[in-house]
């Protein structure tokens, strides 16, 4: 009886958890032009995308209904199943935790928002489906561990001029030599480590991680598969890593999650940036993903495995009124 009690007060506590205040608007869209001509001025501030916890204040930055599924229902972009819509318009969310909350409960109290905003209905299942398993391949993998985390380290300061940018609220230095430009991230992502990323003549992009798990690495391969990605390598640790993708297959998949929605492209470029060969933006997603793998010692072997999903049967495209 004790334990029964005990049950249904935790299931009131999960069911109760919502933002003391939020505010829901339609983002605004992304000009590439204008933040292009900022940029060539000097430092410039780029639009928060992604969530970003802060103390007690939760924002969500240019994110379609579909993103914050994702985070409401702790599931990757690849086990939900709603409409395509879901993926174009974006919104921009402030919120404010009740005191006490953390950072934990906020899947919990952005799925009672997007309930009552957008009246979501959507329900859970587990069943057999395809993916791609990420295994160490013959040989042996290729990559170094991952030094031991300083926590007394000092970033270098940025090379003369060189330009500083915040992007999701990280810092990102740019720095440009002969025609080219290498950008670098404190910090990285999710405790990834400083992540460089510089793009080549052939229009490649070149990322040194400097530690990564193979978490964070089937997390990062999920976004650039049409598959979700299971670690099958059985290596445990952090590791430093380099990816090389090329940008026909990150603006292929970028369109086909709907980031591209709403961003302001320059005319007639085609939907492609500047530069760029025309009818770039029309490769295979992922065509070139297991190569770069196969660089890593790694490789993608397709197969199946029990996932949850996540499936979306009703919401509004616009949510009511603050």
């Known amino acids: 009886m004790r334990s029964l009690v005990l049950s249904i007060l935790v299931s009131g506590l999960a069911f109760g958890q919502t933002f003391d205040v939020a505010t829901i608007k339609q983002a605004d869209p992304i000009n590439i032009q204008a933040l292009a001509a900022a940029g060539r001025t000097g430092s410039i501030s780029l639009p928060n995308i ?9 924002n969500f930055g240019y994110m379609s209904l579909r993103d914050l599924a994702t985070i409401a229902y702790a599931v990757k972009p690849t086990q939900i199943k709603a409409p395509d819509w879901m993926a174009q318009q974006r919104f921009d969310i402030q919120a404010l935790m009740p005191e006490g909350a ?7 109290m952005l799925q009672a928002l997007l309930k009552d905003r957008f009246k979501l209905v959507a329900h859970k299942d587990s069943k057999e489906q395809d993916v791609m398993a990420l295994e160490v391949a013959k040989g042996g993998h290729k990559m170094k561990e991952a030094a031991p985390v300083d926590p007394n380290a000092v970033a270098a300061a940025p090379a003369a001029g060189a330009q500083t940018m915040t992007f999701g609220g990280q810092q990102v230095t740019v720095n440009r030599s002969g025609g080219g430009a290498t950008a670098v991230v404190a910090g990285g992502p999710a405790g ?3 992540v460089k990323v510089s793009m080549g003549q052939d229009m490649q992009m070149h990322m040194e991680i400097e530690r990564m798990t193979m978490q964070q690495l089937v997390d990062q391969l999920t976004t650039m598969n049409e598959l979700q990605v299971v670690d099958r390598t059985g290596l445990t640790g952090a590791f430093q890593v380099t990816l ?4 026909a297959d990150m603006l292929a998949v970028a369109r086909r999650s709907g980031a591209m929605a709403g961003v302001a492209l320059p005319a007639g470029l ?8 025309a009818g770039l933006g029309a490769a295979d997603p992922g065509g070139d993903i297991s190569s770069t793998v196969a660089k890593l010692g ?13 499936t979306v049967e009703s ?4 949510p009511t009124e603050n």
């Open 270 to 277: 085609g939907g492609a940036p500047a530069g760029m060969p």
């Open 315 to 318: 919401a509004e495209k616009l």
């Open 50 to 58: 992604g969530m970003r916890v802060t103390g007690n204040q939760v």
């Open 298 to 310: 790694l490789r993608l072997e397709k197969t199946k495995a029990v996932m949850e999903s996540v």
């Open 192 to 194: 990834t480590g400083g």
């Open 102 to 108: 953390d950072q934990k409960q906020v899947p919990a």
């Open 244 to 247: 090389d993708i090329s940008m």
